[in-house]
């Protein structure tokens, strides 16, 4: 089974703090995604990443940076957070080549910024 | 015009019944659709894809009208299991393979 995880289910953080939300992945997978998801918006993509070392923005990549340093992990930082961060982060996973491939997600970490 | 287009409900439906969803989508460039589920503070997994001449997996049938730009899922003989927030799926090649892109989803409650 393909399994996605993150290093936080929740996670609280005040304004302006450094935050770093991980994400790994076991089955070897490409592509890698950050979204953030709120209510009455859906889920939007973040950034993305096709390799390692390299990453491309997505439709809200302000306020965020990330790193993929290794092919299985995949980090979203938040330079100083604020509370219009405050969100369901879900990281996502797929394999480049394969025909109608799934994305894989992660079961989130729920900030919140004070 | 949004890309992906759906009602959000909430579909309130009793057990048994058949509900359809339907969504849109603006680029007739699209060349994947999928329908993924997402049950209630848990992440999205995927239900089914979505091929131009239908597709069934038991209860669940998927169609694309292309012409339209259409999309839609219907559930037979519903169950209680399937209360969940229904997420319509478009990918568009010419970014990179595997980037989808989202629709609101639309929110299922089957009551018994």
């Known amino acids: 089974d393909v399994k996605v995880t993150q290093s936080s289910r929740y996670l609280v953080k005040r304004t302006g703090e450094k935050v770093f939300l991980e994400c790994v992945q076991d089955?070897?997978?490409?592509?890698m995604f950050w979204y953030r998801q709120d209510p009455g918006l859906g889920l939007r993509l973040i950034y993305f990443s096709y390799d390692v070392k390299m990453k491309e923005k997505g439709d809200i990549p302000e306020g965020y940076s990330v790193s993929r340093e290794k092919k299985e992990r995949f980090s979203l930082i938040l330079e100083s957070a604020s509370t219009n961060q405050t969100s369901m982060y879900l990281c996502?996973?797929?394999?480049?080549?394969?025909?109608?491939?799934?994305?894989?997600f992660g079961p989130g970490t729920r900030l919140t910024v004070l | 015009r949004k890309e992906v287009e759906q009602d959000p409900g909430p579909f309130n439906v009793p057990e048994g019944a058949t509900v359809a969803f339907n969504c849109t989508y603006s680029?007739?460039?699209?060349?994947?659709f999928f329908w993924y589920r997402q049950d209630c503070r848990k992440e999205p997994k995927l239900l089914m894809s979505v091929y131009s001449s239908g597709n069934e997996d038991g209860r669940f049938t998927a169609q694309l009208n292309r012409a339209s730009q259409y999309i839609s899922l219907l559930i037979r003989d519903s169950k209680l299991s399937d209360s969940a927030t229904y997420l319509c799926v478009v990918r568009n090649y010419g970014g990179s393979q595997g980037n989808l892109i989202f629709g609101k989803g639309t929110k299922l409650s089957v009551k018994p």
């Open positions: 089955m070897d997978h490409e592509n």
């Open positions: 996502a996973s797929t394999k480049t080549g394969v025909k109608d491939n799934e994305q894989f």
């Open positions: 680029n007739s460039a699209s060349q994947s």
